[in-house]
């Protein structure tokens, strides 16, 4: 088990790896042809359609993975079939509801962003590629049937695309909204590349087609459990999203859009260890979840080696980072050296997300995402005050102290959480 783990993660970090990197040159290369402010204004824009769709994810590949497993294993096609389609509905509908609440919340994201009148017209339309994000049953899909290595080719398309639309505005020296659409075409390239790769999946497992025989009383009749951890897996994923996007949002709101930029450009970097956090878990969550159902004694040597495995190549990153910070930052612009404490702070706090990944995907395994969330709702709201309360006295290195706490805190009660559920299933 823990050698398909490896081998799945490896194609997923490879794929992972080569977006990060395209992404980073790409964000770079905006930042260095546009003036601070205008970069900023970019970043705050997509963030804000990024934290509409992330209110409206029910990350339904999170539901085809826990409860399509059994289903795959048993060899029900009929009720993989409805849980399939039962998880597109919700997709197809949250995507749609994103839509429509983005553009209605312009006018107040323009209040709160410091928005100027031409930012928020682009904004009315900008927002419409969020009708591009019914993804998730395809993800979900992918990882069902074992296909990380096109999921690890997926990561790369929009970075890719994004790299290219950039440089070529760069090129021709492009104004701010050519780069804006640079950013909405690439978005929209990597959903449309995710849809139609999971579907032509799905069409080789198969033996009919996936909407023979639909109903739309399916999604009513799903049991209780189905919708509980839909529920649960919502908020969690509307609590992550807080760190993840939503305090870039503040960060603009507190300090400025070319604080947001600055704040981008760390966070941007400090995914070199996140993005591999959330990997690792949705690739251990398939293998955790046969092994939990099965009483298989690898379960607890999985879960904390790859722990151990995974917070020390991240502290080994964040001790690169504090000593080569600055001359990488100079590399984009002088303007962007003061967040280098910052961005070494936030891969430290990345550090803690990737020690805690496997545990995070075992109490899911475990049916422990209620006392998760429970935990998660603790970290967001220490996470909040902290920002608030550290970055007035501080400055720009405020979120990067806010996220370390909260990462350490979180880290310790889902390994106490992880501990005694253990310790209660085998007395």
């Not at 070199?272 to 298989?296: C, H, K, M, Q, Y």
């Not at 998660?376 to 706490?405: N, W």
Request: aromatic share 12%.
């Amino acid at each position: 088990m823990l050698k398909r783990v490896a081998i799945n993660f490896g194609k997923v970090l490879r794929g992972r790896g080569i977006a990060g990197v395209l992404s980073v040159a790409s964000i770079a290369l905006a930042a260095h042809a546009l003036p601070v402010e205008q970069f900023g204004l970019i970043i705050l824009l997509h963030t804000y359609v990024k934290v509409v769709k992330g209110f409206f994810n029910f990350r339904t590949f999170e539901a085809i993975v826990r409860f399509g497993v059994p289903l795959q294993e048993e060899g029900n096609e009929s009720g993989l079939k409805s849980l399939l389609r039962s998880s597109m509905t919700i997709d197809f509908g949250s995507s749609l509801l994103a839509a429509l609440i983005g553009v209605a919340a312009v006018p107040l994201a323009s209040q709160f962003l410091h928005w100027d009148d031409q930012l928020t017209q682009w904004a009315w339309f900008y927002v419409l590629i969020l009708l591009t994000t019914c993804v998730n049953t395809s993800s979900g899909i992918l990882r069902l049937y074992d296909r990380f290595d096109a999921l690890g080719v997926q990561y790369t398309v929009q970075p890719m695309v994004r790299l290219l639309l950039v440089f070529l505005a760069w090129l021709f020296d492009g104004s701010i909204f050519v780069f804006l659409l640079a950013w909405g075409f690439a978005y929209c390239a990597g959903n449309i590349y995710m849809f139609l790769r999971g579907l032509v999946e799905l069409k080789n497992h198969l033996s009919t087609p996936l909407f023979q025989g639909f109903r739309w009383r399916e999604i009513r009749e799903r049991d209780r459990e189905f919708w509980s951890f839909i529920g649960v897996i919502y908020w969690q994923t509307n609590i992550d999203l807080i760190p993840k996007q939503v305090s870039t949002l503040l960060a603009g709101n507190l300090l400025g859009p070319a604080a947001a930029g600055m704040f981008r450009i760390a966070r941007e970097i400090s995914t070199i260890l996140g993005r591999p956090a959330a990997l690792l878990r949705d690739v251990l969550f398939p293998d955790l979840t046969r092994a939990w159902r099965s009483n298989e004694s690898g379960f607890k040597k999985l879960q904390f080696r790859t722990s151990l495995i995974a917070g020390s190549a991240g502290l080994l990153i964040v001790v690169f980072a504090w000593l080569t910070g600055e001359y990488l930052l100079a590399l984009i612009g002088e303007d962007y050296v003061p967040a280098a404490p910052l961005m070494t702070l936030l891969l430290l706090a990345a550090s803690f997300e990737l020690a805690s990944a496997p545990l995070r995907a075992s109490a899911y395994a475990m049916g422990k995402a209620t006392a998760l969330l429970r935990i998660h709702i603790l970290g967001i709201g220490f996470y909040i005050l902290l920002f608030y309360v550290v970055t007035g006295y501080v400055g720009l290195i405020g979120p990067g102290l806010a996220s370390v706490a909260t990462s350490i805190l979180t880290f310790l009660l889902t390994a106490r959480l992880i501990t005694r559920t253990a310790r209660r299933h085998t007395a």
